[in-house]
């Protein structure tokens, strides 16, 4: 009679050819222990199993991983902020030491107390890892420094507080600039902290060899910082709403901003990176659309027009499918003046967009015939002409490097 654990494993849903072994196996063993008859019934389970999930697999290699699910436009604005009021706080300072020193068979030895640490400072260093505000806490405050010990001990001074801020940061106090963080690991001193107190071995003189006293740490600085993101790109993508310029950064760079066959407009900045085979990366951000009177902060003028400040040449988009295209681009270069003298003076050119439409290839010509600046017609959405485009950008972009090389400035490197 077979044992317990032998009906019990028969019972198991085990492919059947290890059923049909089983009494067999039983007869030939003998009754020998579970082991004896688990080492020859191991391959047979093994094979009936189904395999482990490997990405290195043949097998498992048609399996494909869940996909990250798509941020909508609306739920990804909480994660962008490009605006942040910070209150910090610098480290106190330690307090002085208040001893005297004593050892068997010297009773005065006099003051040993030593001066207490400084108190760290709280430090914005730029990061190109970060691409927005919204790390950044509303409240920073130093780590303190430790009181002074005896023996002449000094006590410890505080570690310093770093906040990491996205590269293109500005720094505000009542509406003054104080600073601007433009390079990866730039750093800047929001608030300092206190000096350590003084022991009362400081106080030792001829006059006072006891002295009592010591002294408290200094409190640290405290101030009330604004913190503003223009993003950095080399390329900036302009352009009235539903010109289709986030469809254009999903064609030339992996960035995959929202886009949906009826009208809307971004609402928040992306940057898509552009490679080339001599490894050669350039940034290009997807401004959100501008409206008429931009730059008196009609709608959200005043939050898309800073974004475009930091780009070196612009990319003018323009909707050929609409009557007059080219009242488009006056309007845009007039916003652009009016905000920042000079902004649309900038390298640029423009993209006529929706070129696969009938209506656009007759507008075409009569937008060549009304600017002066080099026109390049494509469609974002079937990718036709998108290879000028980049034969373009890349002669715009070696000549932004060789102007900051002759100037002595290093160019801007993703």
């Known amino acids: ?22 009494p067999r196996c039983w007869a030939v063993l003998g ?18 199993r ?24 609306r739920k990804l604005t909480r994660y ?52 927005s505000l919204s790390s950044v806490l509303p409240f920073y405050r130093g780590f303190h420094g430790e009181r002074g010990g005896r023996k002449n001990c000094y006590g410890a001074n505080g570690a310093c507080m770093y906040v990491k801020v996205p590269v293109g940061t500005l720094v505000k106090e009542d509406g003054e600039v104080v600073a601007d963080l433009t390079q990866h690991g730039e750093e800047y001193v929001a608030a300092y902290g206190g000096a350590g107190g003084k022991g009362n071995r400081f106080f030792l003189s001829n006059e006072n060899r006891a002295p009592m006293l010591f002294t408290p740490g200094e409190p640290g600085q405290e101030r009330v910082l604004h913190l503003e993101l223009k993003t950095t790109a080399h390329a900036g993508l302009v352009g009235f709403p539903n010109a289709g310029k986030s469809s254009l950064l999903r064609a030339v ?14 609402l928040n900045p ?15 951000a997807d401004i959100p659309g501008l409206i008429k009177g931009a730059h008196q902060n009609r709608g959200l003028g005043m939050a898309f027009l800073r974004h475009i400040e930091r780009c070196r040449f612009l990319l003018y988009v323009v909707d050929l499918s609409v009557s007059e295209p080219w009242i488009q681009l006056q309007d845009l270069k ?3 003046e009016q905000y920042k003298k ?17 209506q656009s290839k007759i507008n075409l010509p009569l937008l060549k015939e009304h600017i002066d600046d080099r026109v390049i017609a494509l469609s974002a959405l079937t990718g036709d002409n998108l290879e000028e485009l980049f034969e373009h950008l890349r002669e715009l972009y070696d000549t932004y490097v060789k102007t900051e090389q002759s100037q002595g400035q290093s160019p801007i490197k993703w």
């Not at 009679?1 to 050819?17: E, T």
């Not at 490997?54 to 798509?70: E, M, W």
């Open 31 to 48: 009754g020998r222990p579970l082991r004896s008859l688990l080492s020859l019934l191991s391959p047979l389970l093994v094979a009936g």
């Open 253 to 266: 760079s992996r960035a995959r901003p929202a886009v949906a066959p009826y009208p809307f407009t971004t």
């Open 50 to 73: 189904p395999l482990p999930f490997s990405t290195t697999c043949v097998r498992c290699s048609n399996r494909r991983l869940r996909q990250k699910r798509v941020i909508s436009e």
């Open 270 to 284: 992306h940057v898509g990176i552009v490679h080339y085979q001599d490894f050669e990366q350039i940034s290009v």
């Open 1 to 22: 009679m077979a044992p317990l654990w032998w009906a019990a494993l028969a019972g198991r849903a085990v492919p059947a050819a290890v059923s049909a072994v089983l």
């Open 80 to 131: 962008f902020v490009d605006h942040r009021k910070v209150r910090v706080v610098g480290g106190q300072g330690g307090e002085g030491g208040h001893s005297f020193y004593s050892e068997p068979r010297k009773i005065f030895g006099g003051p040993d107390g030593g001066n207490g640490g400084d108190g760290g400072h709280v430090i914005l260093k730029a990061d190109r890892q970060m691409k």
């Open 342 to 358: 000079g902004l649309s003076e900038r390298p640029c050119v423009v993209i006529g967009n929706k070129i696969d439409l009938a």
């Open 334 to 336: 007039y916003e652009l």
